[in-house]
């Protein structure tokens, strides 16, 4: 299957979340803006390597956690 899709959602606030993987169906990342949503059907190896590649970008840019995420990561720790 070849499909391109292409939005762009800089400087807008989104939701992001993965709905977990049902019977019938892989897990779906869902990337909300407004009333678009963006949905891909991908099975565990597949959305690895998203986080991978998001993860690595964000690295090398050393760019910070969101506030949401830091503020979690220190709860977990203390």
């Known amino acids: 299957m070849s ?5 762009d959602i800089s400087g807008q606030r989104i939701e992001v979340k993965i709905e977990a993987k049902k019977y019938y169906g892989p897990p779906v990342l869902s990337i909300q803006q407004g009333n678009g ?3 891909l059907q991908a099975d565990d190896d597949q959305l ?13 840019i ?3 956690l969101p506030k949401q995420l ?3 990561a ?4 203390a």
């Open 37 to 39: 949503v963006f949905q």
């Open 74 to 77: 220190k709860e977990e720790i």
């Open 62 to 64: 050393k760019h910070p």
């Open 48 to 60: 690895a390597e998203v986080a991978y590649a998001l993860w690595d970008y964000l690295n090398r």
């Open 3 to 7: 499909t391109a899709f292409s939005a």
């Open 70 to 72: 830091a503020v979690e």
